[in-house]
């Protein structure tokens, strides 16, 4: 669905479809509404965001890679997977935004792309009182939010920053056991799909590339 160079008149005009509702939708909220498309049939997943209207919002742009949703989503069966509508995520500099992804999927239910709306609503925040109808959201602005990162490196980075606030103490503290519950959370977030991710990873934490797969091999024979 989502290859546009295929040259299948049903696959681009769907894709058209999209990118005039994406525009469409930004034009009606405004600056402040982000609206991206991304196609999951690329990989690996550098590049997935192939349409973007107000892209300032989150500082990304045409040909930037995934965030953690969509790692998380590409290691799930597609039928487990469901829409995610207004929710909250965190852009850069801290803005709040609420967020909805609906997944684009094909014929047979596989998951191709995905359609993401974020509306920056900081300044409404500061007005929740008076404009809750608006803002209200599944989720308390009170617990933690989701950061959108700008590429795969940010992302990557986020991810290894959450496996150690995960395990509670610094690398240079972690015994064994503690790395290689961080790495099981690395790979169960979708992590290693990051190109070359396990270099960084093996860096950061000290340990050989060798050591690495040895812990995420012994994680299978769990």
Known sequence: ???INQGEEGEIGMVDLLIRLAMG???QFGNNCEVVILDLTKNPYENTIIFIENG???NRKVGDGPS???LETLLQK?????DRLCYLTEGPNGRILKSSTIYIRDDEGKITGIFGINYDISAMVMLESTLH???SVETSLSRE???IPKDVNDLLDDLIKNAVKRIGRPVAFMTREDKIEAIRFLKDSGALLIKKSGDK???YFGISKFTLYSYIDMEKGE
């Open 25 to 27: 939708i930004a034009k």
């Open 68 to 70: 953690s949703v969509v």
């Open 56 to 58: 300032h919002i989150t």
């Open 201 to 203: 990873i093996s860096e």
């Open 78 to 82: 597609p039928e487990e997977v469901e």
């Open 1 to 3: 669905m989502m290859k």
């Open 133 to 135: 109808d608006f803002v």
């Open 145 to 147: 939010r989701t950061h």
